[in-house]
């Protein structure tokens, strides 16, 4: 994966783990590497497990590059203002606060 120098920390754990769960997806499927990218309501790109392995590959990828545990759960997409499962984009903005 080609991460620009302007990306953060947390796009790069993002990014690695959307790349995880494209390994298991036809080419047709696959999710771009794009922050808008809609994961949850109309116009979603992945199904229940895609997101689920998107998640767990997010605490994994962190806790080996930063040494850090985030956590991402259900409660946390509870309120539409600030739902960090929208887009690819609220995911890296919730991990870069996390992290």
């Known amino acids: 994966m ?9 796009t790069t754990i993002v990014f690695r ?5 494209n390994a298991n997806l036809p080419v047709d499927l696959m999710l771009e590497k794009e922050r808008d990218v809609t ?4 116009g979603r790109m ?14 994994r990828f ?8 985030v956590r991402i759960t259900l ?5 539409p203002e600030t739902d960090p499962l929208q887009t690819l984009g609220t995911l890296i903005d919730y991990v870069d606060q996390r992290l």
Do not use: F, H, K, Y
């Not at 080609?2 to 947390?10: D, F, H, L, M, R």
């Not at 783990?17 to 769960?21: F, G, K, S």
């Not at 409660?75 to 309120?79: C, G, L, N, P």
């Open 2 to 10: 080609n991460c620009p120098q302007s990306e953060t920390p947390a």
């Open 17 to 21: 783990a959307v790349d995880e769960v």
């Open 39 to 42: 994961l949850l309501g109309n």
């Open 46 to 59: 992945i199904d229940s497990l895609g997101l689920m392995i998107l998640l767990s590959s997010i605490e």
């Open 62 to 69: 962190a806790s080996e590059s930063m040494g850090r545990s």
């Open 75 to 79: 409660e946390d997409a509870d309120d």
